[in-house]
């Protein structure tokens, strides 16, 4: 078994999905929530600068909103709500309530640590409440230092069979080399991840076929022995 690689927060999200019922449709619900409080900062941030409000549908209607959220249930909902969130505060003033929501942001994406020089290199700005947020966002780690074993552990062990993604699957592949793995190896699972199944029977075609034109060829490279 493999522990997992999700952060803190969002474990917490997928646990409320299945306390809510342990169903697919439970833990979409819980992450079209979250795109719900992303699609109503966009509001609140629209009206304070002046904008039409209903310039959120360009982002409520996006096909990759729906398909993501709503169609796939991608928990990435859950940080984008908390980095919104965080946006909104800041615009209004609240940093340490920006430090807070952004702090939940890096626990559900460890990606959001970018905030951190960028909130570090804001002229005029004051950097106290960075540190809440460095503080926030390390507790759960200092306090269970596992998560972030289990992050590495995981990964190494996802780049030997990740092919569901397979647009990364080369670039973890090589950043981990798993077991020696070249980057030809990663190549090869990328295409094949990518290319529909086929019969048992095409399959031994297409490898015969293969086979006998490298037969072929190889009187171009190398001279066949004698019988």
Sequence with gaps: HLRTIYPP???????????????????????????LIVMACLVVLLRLR??????VAAYAWHPLAVLEIAGSGHND???????????????????????VAWAGAFL???ATVILAPWWWFRRGVSRRWLFLFGGLAALPIVCCPSILTALFESLSAMAARFESNSSIY??????VHHRGQPIQGGLQTAIKAQVPAQPREQQL???????????ERVPDVLPREKQ
Excluded: D, I, M
């Design 205 to 215: 075609h297409h490898e015969r076929h293969h086979v006998a034109a490298q037969e």
């Design 77 to 99: 909902a859950v940080g984008l709500a908390c980095l919104w969130v965080g946006l909104v505060c800041w615009h209004v003033k609240r940093p340490a309530l920006a430090a």
């Design 9 to 35: 927060v969002t474990q917490k999200a997928f646990l409320l999905g299945a306390r809510l019922s342990p169903t697919l449709t439970a833990q979409k619900l819980v992450f079209v929530s979250a795109e």
């Design 50 to 55: 002046g904008a039409n409000p209903l310039w």
């Design 170 to 175: 080369v670039l973890l592949a090589t950043a």
């Design 108 to 110: 559900s994406k460890y």
